[in-house]
T-cell receptor
Framework: DQQVKQNSPSLSVQEGRISILNCDYT??????FLWYKKYPAEGPTFLIS???IKDKNEDGRFTVFLNKSAKHLSLHIVPSQPGDSAVYFC???????????WGAGTKLIIKP | DAGITQSPRYKITETGRQVTLMCHQT?????MFWYRQDLGHGLRLIYY???????DKGEVPDGYVVSRSKTENFPLTLESATRSQTSVYFC??????????FGPGTRLTVL
């Protein structure tokens, strides 16, 4: 029973366009959500997060949107760059000190 | 080097052997974690530790043992390796209220 789902295993986007990565969750008690980015042969690195009391958080080219009624969050990357090609993981937690529950990841490919 | 390191980076072993994966962090973070990553599953928590001498089970602890005698080290032992434990293992650490920082991973193959 996956509590955090990333239904798109891969996504291909043209350089300069917007990349939208999606994540759905089932546990309405999750109160903190994070996105991590992972390159091959490296560990995941933190990208951006959002608290359940917000519906949007922005950091440079990266924006995360949270729709609690739909139990859905998305990561927008604008504009997409070749260095954004990586696997993106969505994760959720019940509180900031609790374990993270991870999605399966989406491989983003930015085409030149 | 500052940060979090894992050793070995690659390991091939045989079924039934004992294997220990090492994790070392230089930040003195109180929390440390062990995950495994398998295709289609994302990262699954094996064990975590809130401080030295305090460990607890995660989602998939069976077949694994951990210890934490020092804050900076968090070794993971497979007491009798099985083929189902073939995976990529990631160690992570964090300070309270902060995000998790990951090591580069250990790719383990059990034949």
């Amino acid at each position: 029973d996956q509590q955090v789902k990333q239904n798109s295993p891969s996504l291909s986007v043209q350089e300069g366009r917007i990349s939208i990565l999606n994540c759905d969750y089932t546990n309405s008690m999750f109160d903190y959500f994070l996105w991590y980015k992972k390159y091959p042969a490296e560990g995941p690195t933190f990208l951006i997060s959002i608290s359940s009391i917000k519906d949007k958080n922005e950091d440079g080219r990266f924006t995360v949107f949270l729709n609690k009624s739909a139990k859905h969050l998305s990561l927008h990357i604008v504009p997409s760059q070749p260095g954004d090609s990586a696997v993106y993981f969505c994760a959720a937690t019940l509180d900031s000190n609790y374990q993270l529950i991870w999605g399966a990841g989406t491989k983003l490919i930015i085409k030149p | 080097d500052a940060g979090i390191t894992q050793s070995p980076r690659y390991k091939i072993t045989e079924t039934g052997r004992q294997v220990t994966l090492m994790c070392h962090q230089t930040w003195s973070h109180s929390y440390m974690f062990w995950y495994r990553q398998d295709l289609g599953h994302g990262l699954r928590l094996i064990y975590y530790s809130a401080a030295a001498d305090i460990t607890d089970k995660g989602e998939v602890p069976d077949g694994y043992v951990v210890s934490r005698s020092k804050t900076e080290n968090f070794p993971l032992t497979l007491e009798s390796a099985t083929r189902s434990q073939t995976s990529v293992y990631f160690c992570a650490s964090r300070a309270p209220g902060d995000t998790q920082y990951f090591g580069p991973g250990t790719r383990l193959t059990v034949l």
